[in-house]
């Protein structure tokens, strides 16, 4: 190291030193906006978006689609953290301040901030394909858009399916296990609209 | 006309590199209030007596944070620092005089040497 890059690094930390409560406070400010947005992120989700978006998934479905959902949400705060520790370091301890000791913290905290970049964009990316992934197993296992199914229930059963047609006399039903059923009203002790078929009831 | 060791303050201001210092020349001892450690000794070029003070403060933004400690990456205050200041810094003449030539913003205010102490 040159006795001119030296000087340069003993200067800084002197300066350092007249400069320790405003880099404190750009400090805080940057850290009070990554958390208020992310305060913001969390109200919007839960408070406003609720959770009945997967009620009509089946069991498996809406477990699998529910937990990468979470990992998804995990994966997204956990790199806006890392993106405003990057920006905006954390809060830490003392050392004793000389040029040679900043600039190996320095060094070493260009190391620390490259990574915490990297780590912030691979957790959005991820983040982003997980969330993805949800929404493409709520639109495979979402029961068709031939309407809500009704379900029938008579003296001796269950019978749930798409509604054809009702008339005075019948009602007629395509279920997925029976074909077509045709029911006679004096048989059906109550007929109303259901979530979808297979499910617990 | 000055005596051997004593402190020439004609010497002009000059940023030269005054090499290695032998370790018993300088004393390095916390400051009385606290605030950080003070080296203290000859200049090799000078022979001005200099006081440096290397205060406890935060370098900038960043290093450490809570989960690096959990994961053991922190250490006990102080290790991560690297050696002490006197034979971690390079030290530069802070004699308080100003030398012929001294810049007049310098930080350092002395004959602009500056050396490392070994032991």
């Not at chain 1, 993805?132 to 229930?153: C, D, E, F, H, Q």
């Not at chain 2, 303050?9 to 030269?16: D, L, N, S, T």
Request: with cysteine; charged share 20%.
């Amino acid at each position: 190291m040159s006795t001119r890059s030296d000087r340069r690094w003993a200067e800084l930390a002197r300066e350092l030193e007249f400069t320790r409560l405003p880099e404190l406070r750009r400090q805080a400010e940057g850290w009070r906006t990554g958390l208020t947005g992310l305060t913001a992120l969390f109200a919007v989700l839960v408070l406003l978006k609720g959770r009945d978006d997967l009620s009509d998934l089946s069991e498996a479905a809406r477990a699998t689609a529910t937990g990468l959902l979470f990992t998804a949400f995990v994966l997204l705060v956990a790199g806006s953290l890392l993106a405003v520790r990057a920006a905006h370091g954390t809060v830490e301890r003392e050392i004793l301040l000389g040029g040679q000791a900043l600039r190996r913290w320095t060094e070493r905290e260009v190391t620390r901030v490259t990574r915490a970049l990297v780590r912030a964009r691979l957790c959005c990316v991820l983040g982003v394909v997980l969330v993805v992934g949800a929404l493409l197993v709520a639109w495979v296992t979402t029961p068709g858009s031939g309407g809500r199914p009704v379900i029938v229930k008579t003296g001796t059963g269950v019978v749930c399916g798409d509604l054809i047609r009702a008339d005075r006399h019948h009602v007629e039903i395509r279920s997925g296990t029976n074909g077509e059923v045709s029911l006679p009203w004096t048989a059906i002790a109550s007929l109303e609209p259901g979530a979808a078929c297979g499910k617990a009831p | 006309m000055t005596r051997p060791g004593q402190h020439e303050h004609g010497v002009p201001y000059a940023e030269v590199d005054a090499g290695d210092v032998d370790a018993s020349l300088f004393t390095q001892e916390p400051a009385p209030d606290g605030r950080g450690v003070i080296v203290s000794g000859r200049c090799p070029r000078c022979h001005g007596t200099t006081r440096t003070l290397f205060p406890w403060a935060r370098p900038g933004t960043g290093s450490k944070g809570a989960l690096g400690r959990l994961l053991g990456r922190g250490t006990a205050s102080g290790a991560e620092d690297g050696p002490e200041p006197l034979l971690a810094e390079v030290h530069l003449c802070e004699c308080g005089h100003a030398h012929p030539q001294c810049p007049p913003d310098t930080l350092y205010v002395g004959c602009g040497a500056s050396w490392r102490i070994r032991r």
